[in-house]
């Protein structure tokens, strides 16, 4: 069902790679939501995935662009404000990777040519992002920019590893760019700390399918999935929530202010129960 929120709205959408990320929903319900959108990702990413079908769905231009690139960010911008006829009035940021995670490299062993990546990649693109489309003056007044982050910024979760970092730098660039854009040119900058969500590269992170599964059983409404997080960035994209920003907003089920659900501690019983019977027979 579309409100037509974005009726007459330009946006880009940047880390869209196959029907299962998140940014992939985002430009499909902006596009039912009215906006025109075009769509970003590295060369790679475009050969390997699956967006030109995303782009023919919503009538999207594809702009091939390494997002730690400065000149490469130019020319989205540029393009994009040709393409659509006008500034930009939101841009999402669905970009992360981690080498460290995925040659299974742990914490306490990191290789810091890969956590220099993972930071660059992953949180330093959208300051980078940020200062081009600043200097460019291509975000419209009361324009809103959304980054996609994830609770380890705040707490340890096992297995996620540098991309923890990354995360926690992420939303400081928020506020910090926030403060910035929203007193000289009314622009609002937010994260979106999502539920684990078993994205193409979501799914390299060890342990996710007992992660996904804690989380359910811990947050009181579930675990929000791709397409209510794309619901979620429309809000944000929309007229209706001009004055949030530089905020970090949860969207996990509640699992952010839970200590202990009766359906996890069920589980811990349980298995408390086989742990005390293997004792005993010890």
């Given at each position: 069902m579309s409100y037509n929120l974005l009726k007459g709205k330009r946006g880009i959408i940047f880390g869209a790679l196959d029907n299962k990320s998140i940014a992939w929903k985002v430009a499909e319900k902006a596009f039912e939501e009215g906006a025109s959108i075009t769509l970003s990702n590295t060369a790679t990413a475009i050969r390997f995935g699956q967006i030109d079908e995303l782009a023919e769905n919503c009538n999207a231009e594809i702009i091939i662009a390494d997002a730690t690139k400065t000149e490469d960010l130019s020319h989205v911008f540029e393009r994009s404000m040709e393409v659509l006829g006008g500034k930009i009035d939101f841009v999402l940021h669905s970009i992360g990777m981690s080498l460290n995670v995925r040659k299974k490299r742990v914490y306490s062993d990191l290789d810091y040519n890969f956590l220099n990546k993972t930071l660059d990649i992953s949180a330093v693109s959208f300051h980078k992002m940020l200062q081009v489309a600043y200097k460019m003056d291509a975000i419209n007044e009361w324009g809103s920019v959304v980054a996609?982050?994830?609770?380890?910024?705040?707490?340890?979760?096992?297995?996620?590893?540098?991309?923890?970092?990354?995360?926690?730098?992420?939303?400081?660039?928020?506020?910090?760019?926030?403060?910035?854009?929203?007193r000289e040119r009314k622009i609002r900058i937010n994260t979106i700390s999502q539920s684990p969500t078993l994205t193409t590269a979501g799914s390299g992170v060890k342990g996710v399918?007992?992660?996904?599964d804690f989380t359910e059983r811990m947050s009181p409404l579930g675990n929000a999935d791709a397409q209510e997080c794309a619901n979620y960035c429309v809000t944000l994209f929309s007229d209706l929530t001009r004055k949030v920003t530089m905020q970090n907003l949860y969207h996990d089920g509640g699992f952010s202010n839970m200590g202990m659900s009766l359906r996890a501690m069920h589980v811990y019983d349980k298995n408390l129960e086989n742990i005390i019977d293997d004792e005993k027979k010890d």
């Open positions: 996609l982050s994830y609770i380890a910024a705040q707490r340890a979760l096992y297995g996620y590893n540098d991309m923890a970092d990354a995360k926690a730098l992420l939303e400081s660039i928020a506020r910090s760019f926030g403060y910035i854009y929203g399918g007992s992660l996904l």
